[in-house]
Nanobody, 124 residues
């Protein structure tokens, strides 16, 4: 029903910046809340950021507040994650997710569709 494709994962140095993009197919993208999650080796998938259906509200994990920004462009069916001041601890596979409601959630089980994930490695 919904396909999510993530672009932008690369190797970056500590202190650098990177923007991830998630392009979604489907007729109802504009009504979905969107989220970003990440998973590092040996750990469970954790919440990073989320945004409601029209971009009017955003929510961030404490670990990324002040450094990451989530945004969306419904005309392009795309959600973004701008990552600044990257740290080695940010190294993980990053996933884009869609929730079939208009309000965001920090719970991974509240999301219905997932992108393939992309590796982000931050070197020191």
């Amino acid at each position: 029903q919904v396909q999510l494709v993530v672009f932008g994962g690369v190797l970056v140095q500590a202190g650098g910046s990177l923007r991830l993009s998630c392009a979604a197919s489907g007729r109802t993208f504009s009504s979905y809340a969107m989220g970003w999650f990440r998973q590092s080796l040996g750990k469970e998938r954790e919440f990073v950021a989320a945004i409601n259906w029209n971009g009017g509200n955003a929510y961030y994990a404490d670990s990324v507040k002040g450094r990451f920004t989530i945004s969306r462009d419904n005309a392009k069916n795309t959600v973004y994650l701008q990552m600044n001041s990257l740290k080695p601890k940010d190294t993980a596979v990053y996933y884009c997710a869609a929730r079939s409601t208009t309000g965001y959630s920090s719970n991974r089980y509240g999301y219905d569709y997932w992108g393939q994930g992309t590796q982000v490695t931050v070197s020191s």
